[in-house]
């Protein structure tokens, strides 16, 4: 029932916007296995084979030391509603750090140049293979909202709190491997 393809077409970005949660799945080796829900609020198709979520700050940063160590990282969406679907994005992860032009231009494009509260970094994924399967098995659930707790949190500690922060927690994984991030 899996169907692969080399790239996101108009059904496939369409079928991203309609979600409402995304997961990424990211290992090194000789690390644990990292597995991540996101809002897809932060999720952006760039490309037919290029995504990126602007990542928000948190208790750690295990995807950005695995694609520092790696750079293997899938990303998977699932229909939690209407007709079902699972969908698998595979490739290359890349970071850019904030201070970075890569960062500031992402910003530029797709927040009007505003960093939402608690950003940290741009997660970019390069695909080189694109997957669905059937998604059968994939319990109904309704969206009852997203949550505000992370940003309410994010504008308390404000940008020298959020610094200390990630200086603290997001340096490197569980694991002990550097996650490359650093605050400008």
Known sequence: MAKQFREIGDTLKNFIASQKIFFTGSAASGSRVNISPRSTDHLHVLGPNEVAYLDLTGSGSE??????????????????????????????????????????????????????????????????????????????????????????????????????YRAEKNAVSIDGLPTGFRDP
Do not use: N
């Not at 969908?87 to 890569?102: D, F, S, W």
């Not at 059968?136 to 610094?163: I, N, Q, T």
């Open 63 to 164: 995807t950005a030391a695995h694609v520092k160590a790696d750079g293997a990282l899938t990303l998977m969406l699932c229909a939690f509603d209407g007709t079902p679907m699972i969908l698998r994005l595979y490739g290359k992860g890349r970071i850019a750090l904030r201070g970075t032009p890569a960062y500031a231009a992402f910003l530029d494009r797709l927040y009007g140049g505003a960093e939402p509260p608690g950003a940290r970094q741009i997660v970019c994924l390069d695909i080189d293979l694109v997957q669905t399967s059937c998604g059968f098995a994939v319990p109904l659930f309704d969206h009852v909202g997203e949550r505000s707790v992370l940003d309410r949190w994010a504008e308390a500690k404000g940008e020298e709190g959020l610094r200390a």
